[in-house]
């Protein structure tokens, strides 16, 4: 019996051979400097920041080099595969704004000519290659069952030797044919091993984009490369795949360092070129004084669906990511802070080898500065789109008025110095809640609050007399003027300096005359600048507020 037969025996179906392959998937028409990347996510849950930020890594590696940056689902493990996430995962890198030129799209279809791209739609081309190993005696079925390996761990643990499936104690790398043939023929399962021509006493050296050079031990395990079920392995379907849709570069978690030999090894008994690995080392989360990795069940705030929830912007994510992908970037945003992000270009031997920290509140200044630098009208389309989907309410709100909305939206921008009181969307409706009578009606029903300095005699006195004397079409200067006057008539000092002088001479000073204007008028001490505010309000509404603070005030 030859390897020949022993291949026709184990895949009678598959016909092609891999010269088949080759042409359907031809090298790519691109320069010899760009970059071809992927994103390769198994479909086993929601899309971690840590994912998230070494896909930002691979789409920028691949577009600042006019590559190509590909999306993978490596859905070949069905026992751990979580419904929904494929889709999770495209959302997530289109609110990211990630985008990928080739891959699995929502609409079931899909885009590019190196497809599929998804591994399970991609078993027959696995085996034309499992088929074209056995039958040049570089694979071999191995039927092991799990206490087969069980006793075999065991007399290796009582040896004290490595344990695994390796040299002599593969059990079936060196059974003949004929008697993997019989085992065949009467049906018993069997997986497909890689017949390792690697020796632990070698070493290799490899160089890491990230780490730098890496010394390893050579793979000598025979590792599996088809499941009983004929499903191929992650890796050995990771090797077929980056191979046959070009990759040049992987930047993936640093959990898969340890692979590399084997991954190594792989793609030399393939025959194919490798591709460069860098391996980036997980973000993590500042809890106390120490840090530590996020965890997949117990912190929400390390999965991206987290950050849209919230309502960051997802420009401010990618942002906020360049700052740790190269430290220089900060640099460069100072000097060039109108440009986009993608005009920087990032360098993988920049790149922190150690775990970068999540830095929450960088985040947060860094979002704030995206948000200032919008329109009231682009606030607006985001603040529309993400409350539709996580407040309703306040979705309702704005829609029935949006040119107020806007007009809100506006204060403080477009100038110089822009306002920056928003991280996230999520910030806006308290901020700006008491603007909508609906949500202020709810707001006075716990009361208004006015300071404990000024009595609810004076407070209503104070608003009487503002209501009167009220005329919306004044400038600023006449309207602060006016406060003024108020102040004065009323007892209250006309500046500062003039209270500090003599305090006891007056019942407060200006500032506090304002303060219960705009008590009543928004039931909120802080609030941006209050001529502004009565300007977008309109003169029916202030009057209205006025008179129903003068009403409820008791
Ligand atoms: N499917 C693997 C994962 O889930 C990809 C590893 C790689 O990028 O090679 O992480």
Redesign the pocket.
Known sequence: MSNENMAELLFPDIQQLPADIYSQSPPRNLSSSAFVTRF???PTGSLNIGGLYATLISERLAHQSNGVFFLRI?DTDKKREIKGSMENIINALSYAGIPFDEGPLLSGGEKGVYGPYKQSSRIQIYKVFIKHLVRNGLAYPCFCDADGLQKIRISQQNLKATTGYYGEWAKHRNISLEQAKEEIVNGKPFVIRLKSPGSSDRRIMYNDLVKGPIEFPENDQDIVIMKTDGLPT?HFA?AIDDYLMGTTH?I?GDE?LSSVPIHLQLFETLGFRTPEYGHIAPIMKQVGASKRKFSKRKDLDGTAQFYKEQGYPGIAISEYFMNLINSNFEEWRMANPYESFKDFSISTNKMNASGALFDMDKLNDISKDVISRLTGNRVFDHLYTWSKEMDPEFYNCIDKNKEYTVNILNIGRPTEKPRKDYSKWSDVKPMIAFFYDDLFEVDIQSGYKVPANVSVEAAKEIVRGYSKIYRFNNEKDAWFQKIKELAGELGYAKDMKQYKASPDNYNGHVGDVAMVIRIALTNRANTPDLFDIMKIMGEKRVLLRMRRFLGDMK
């Open positions: 390769a996510p198994s490596e992650y990771h992987v993936r898969w």
